[in-house]
C-alpha cells in the first residue's frame, strides 16, 4: 500500500501570532519541512471584531482588538515571506481561521477582502457569543445559556451551518470540537435531534465541494480521537466527502506527532488518501462570495 504524505489543513498556530501556542512562525515552517510536509496550510487565528472578544491571556499581554488586529497584519506579511523564502522546500498555503460571534462573519468578510488570504478554515468557537472552549467553566456556562448540554450541541451545529452557508470556507474546521468537555459526547452526538444537524451540515458540506478538516488536536491532549469522532468520520466517508488531517499544531512539538495515527483511522474509515489541497493551482486567493 501506497503510504500517502504528511499534509496538515488546519495548523501552524505560533506563539509570535497566537498567545495559547509557542515557538515562531518560520520555526514553524522547518519543522514541517523537517517532517517532509510537501504542502502545508498555516491558519492563524483571525483578530477579534472587538474588544468584547479579547481573550484573558490576551488582554494580560496588553493587546486590544486594534493591537490583535495590527499583529493579525503581521502575521499575514512574515507568512507570505515565509511561503516564498521557502517555495523550494515546501508549499505553503497562507490562510487564517475564522471567527463565528457577534459581527465577526462580516468582519472575516473584509479581512478576506483586505488581506487576499489563499483560504480560510471556517471555525465556531463561540456558542451565544461564550467562549465554549476556552475552559470547562465558560463550556458550562455556555451550556446553561443554551439550557443544557444537548442544547449546547444545536445551536452549535445551527451556528456551524450558518457560518458554512455565509463564508463558504474552502476548509471547516474541527466539526465536532463542541463535545470538548463533554465526557458523554459519543452518545450525546448520536442523538436523533442531534444527528440530523450534523447530517444536515455534512450534506451541505458536501453539496459545496469543501473539505473536512481531520483534526488532531485531541490526541496532544491525550484523547482517544480525533476531531471527527467516529460516527461522524464514518459518515462523511460514505458520502465521498474530502477528509484531510490537519494538526491544529501550536508548537514545533505536535508537528507530524499523530500523522500516523491518522493514516490509520482515516484508511480504516475507507477515506480516500488523495489530500485534497485547499487551494487550487496555480497559486491564487481561492475564496469565492456567493
Known amino acids: 500500500m501506497n503510504v500517502p504524505p504528511p499534509v496538515s489543513v488546519h495548523g ?21 519541512i523537517d517532517h517532509r510536509y510537501p504542502w502545508v496550510g498555516i491558519t492563524e487565528h483571525m483578530p477579534p471584531v472587538s474588544d468584547a472578544f479579547v481573550y484573558p491571556e490576551e488582554k494580560t499581554a496588553g493587546f486590544d482588538a486594534g493591537t490583535l488586529k495590527e499583529r493579525f497584519t503581521g502575521y499575514m506579511t512574515t507568512c507570505r515571506r515565509l511561503q516564498a523564502k521557502y517555495a523550494a522546500d515546501i508549499r505553503i ?19 478576506i477582502d483586505s488581506f487576499s488570504p489563499d ?49 463558504v470556507p474552502r476548509v471547516v474546521g474541527h466539526l465536532d470540537i463542541v463535545r470538548i468537555f ?29 473539505i473536512l478538516d481531520f483534526n488532531l488536536r485531541p490526541l496532544s491532549r491525550g484523547e482517544e480521537e480525533p476531531y471527527l469522532s467516529a460516527p461522524v468520520l464514518k459518515k462523511a466517508a460514505e458520502w465521498g466527502i474530502d477528509i484531510v488531517p490537519g494538526d491544529d499544531s501550536h508548537g514545533v512539538d505536535t508537528i507530524g506527532t499523530h500523522m500516523q495515527s491518522a493514516i490509520t483511522m482515516l484508511t480504516e474509515a475507507g477515506v480516500r488518501m488523495d489530500w485534497q489541497k485547499p487551494v487550487d493551482e496555480p497559486h491564487s486567493p481561492m475564496f469565492v462570495s456567493r
Open 93 to 111: 498555503y497562507v490562510g487564517f481561521e475564522t471567527e463565528d460571534c457577534g459581527g465577526s462573519l462580516d468582519f472575516a468578510k473584509a479581512l
Open 12 to 32: 501552524g498556530h505560533s506563539g509570535q501570532f497566537c498567545g495559547h501556542a509557542k515557538d515562531t512562525l518560520e520555526e514553524i515552517v522547518l519543522a514541517y
Open 182 to 210: 463533554d465526557p458523554d459526547y459519543r452518545a450525546r452526538l448520536i442523538k436523533p435531534m442531534i444527528w440530523e444537524k450534523i447530517l444536515r451540515n455534512l450534506k451541505l458540506i458536501k453539496q459545496l465541494n469543501l
Open 119 to 167: 483560504y480560510v478554515v471556517g471555525s465556531v468557537h463561540h456558542v451565544k457569543d461564550i467562549p465554549f472552549d476556552y475552559s470547562k467553566a465558560r463550556y458550562q456556562e455556555a451550556a446553561d445559556r443554551c439550557g443544557g448540554l444537548d442544547g449546547l450541541y444545536a445551536a452549535y451545529f445551527d451556528q456551524q451551518y450558518e457560518m458554512i452557508r455565509t463564508l
